[in-house]
């Protein structure tokens, strides 16, 4: 994101984070610690209604590894970073819309679309404006992408997802059966946003 690279102060004031917060580009260094970040998000937001096989195979490997797959691809996949101090404490993707990726609907408009994806919050910054500041900053990455419309793809069961971002104006558009890990079916819903809603926020 080149705002970032330009005045990340003056982002961490847009974003009403505290003084000693920072926010930045991800880089394979990092892939450790989004992985901790993503497994203790994963533990606490999916527990309820991720069968106990499913949540054991999510372990900190297994995450590292996709992350330094999707850091290796900085033009592909967009990632950002909120630390506390030089503690990283949420991180998130986005990029072109992934067709192969996301379950199969006819109601989505994936022609120059963005997407949302891998947002996690460490649990004990969670209901404190982090998610929010995360998601204007992605949303940021996609208007700097020239990318008008996006769409985020979560569990039919996490309603706090579902809630979270029908506050800020995405709306509900499908609901279809996805893979997780590539092996197990659940359904999910498909939410849409204009990416230029995030200059809107409060």
């Excluded at 994963?42 to 054991?56: G, I, R, Y």
């Excluded at 590292?64 to 691809?73: G, P, R």
């Excluded at 819309?97 to 910054?125: F, I, M, Q």
């Excluded at 900053?137 to 990318?147: F, I, M, N, S, V």
Aim: glycine residues 6%.
């Amino acid at each position: 994101m080149e705002i970032i690279d330009k005045d990340a102060k003056s982002l961490t004031v847009a974003l009403s984070l505290p003084s000693n917060f920072t926010i930045r580009n991800a880089v394979l260094s990092d892939a450790q610690a989004m992985a901790g970040v993503t497994f203790e998000s994963w533990q606490t937001a999916f527990s309820e209604f991720l069968p106990q096989e499913v949540l054991e195979k999510g372990t900190l490997d297994f995450f590292e590894n996709i992350w330094h797959a999707m850091l290796a691809k900085p033009k592909k996949h967009s990632a950002v970073l909120l630390c506390d101090g030089s503690k990283i404490i949420a991180c998130g993707t986005a990029g072109a819309y992934r067709n192969l990726h996301n379950p199969v609907s006819r109601k989505v408009c994936k022609l120059n679309a963005g997407e949302l994806y891998r947002g996690y919050v460490l649990p004990s910054y969670q209901n404190k404006g982090i998610g929010q500041a995360l998601l204007k900053a992605r949303l940021l990455k996609l208007h700097e992408q020239g990318y008008h419309k996006a769409y985020t793809w979560i569990y039919a069961k996490n309603t706090r997802a579902c809630m979270f971002y029908e506050k800020y104006g995405a709306v509900n558009l499908d609901r279809a059966l996805g893979l997780t890990m590539n092996k197990y079916p659940f359904d999910e819903v498909c939410y849409g946003i204009e990416v230029e809603s995030v200059f809107n926020f409060t």
